[in-house]
Each structure stands twice: as C-alpha cells, then as structure tokens.
C-alpha cells in the first residue's frame, strides 16, 4: 500500500513534529504528569537520550508529517536493571485507531530485542482504557496500581503499570555486564 506510515529511528530534525504531537497530552490531559510542554530543542535532547542505549521511532505520512512516535528508555540506573526498559507511545489525534500504536510498538520492541532488552513495562494514568487496551493486544500483563501518586487537573491520578517479556530471560543471566547498542537505520511500513 503506497500511502502507509513509514516508522524510522527518530532524529533531532523530528523534535518539533514529536513536541507538537505530545503537547495536547501535556497540556489537555492528565495522561502525561508534566506541567509544560517540552519544546523542540529538550524534545531532540529527550531523542538523542533515548537513542544512547534504547530506541525512539517516528510512523512519518506520506507527505512527511509525524503521525507519532514510540520510545524506549531506562526503567531504573542500578545495573541490575539494565535488560528492562520503560515504553511509551503518542499519536496526533488524526492517526488515533487506525493500528499505527500497534505498528510503532511492534517496532520499537524488534529494536529493544536487537539492544539487548528482555523487559519493557508502561505505566498509564488510569482510566486510559485505550491504551490499556493497547497494551493488553501486545502481550502486557497489569502489575499494579499506584494510588493517587500524581495530582494534575485538580485531582490525584493514578498510574498502572503493565509488564511484557520481550524475549525468553536466559536462565542462567543475560549475555554481557550490559545490553549491546546496535542501532538499525533501516525504515519499515506500518
């Protein structure tokens, strides 16, 4: 299909489009616990970051636009952790339901795998059924609930955290000191 999302590693070039596309969920929902939105140039430091050791992707239309985007990043810094990584994905409003979650998921996944990750977990603030949904799709089990750990919009939020096994946890340790970093250029459709 010519006219499908392209999903590409993200670069800093994609900050605006990736700070415009998350700025309604900062600014009109307490999906995101930040006051402010990020602007381009802390969102290409955010990408840069992400990019060190886990991934952050983009789903680009036809015509260019940044559709959304998904990412990667440390779950905690103690070593130990260091094969499980904390997931998110955003979508403008105009590519909501349409599977490019789905696809930008599925991607960022095959990339954490190539880095080494065997974990990735998501918290939401509930209720986020949507992306519950999302998560449930792709294998996430729920872990647990926070209880009114973030006050946004004049209320005490929330957060759920979901956990999936992006590959079999070797029985006898994972393979190196820490994941390897083998970044992948190449785009793929959505």
Partial sequence: MPNRPVIRPATAEDADACAA?????????????EAEPPGPVEMAERIAAARERHAWLVAV???????????????????????????SVYLAASARGRGLGRALYEALFAELV???????????????????????????????????????????????WFRRALVEAP????????PPVTPSSAPSGA
Avoid at 142 to 157: C, D, L, Q
């Fill in 61 to 87: 239309g036809p015509g260019g636009e940044v559709l959304g985007y998904a990412y990667g990043g440390p779950w905690k810094s103690r070593e130990a952790y260091a094969w499980t990584c904390v997931v």
């Fill in 114 to 160: 190539a880095r080494g990750m065997v974990v990735a977990v998501a918290g939401m603030t509930v209720p986020n059924e949507a992306s519950a949904a999302l998560h449930r799709a792709l294998g996430f089990s729920e872990v647990g609930t926070f209880r009114g750990v973030g006050w946004k919009h004049g209320a005490w939020r929330d957060v759920t």
């Fill in 21 to 33: 596309v998350y700025a309604p969920y900062v600014r009109d929902t307490a999906i995101s616990f």
């Fill in 171 to 178: 029985a006898d340790g994972p393979r190196g000191p820490t």
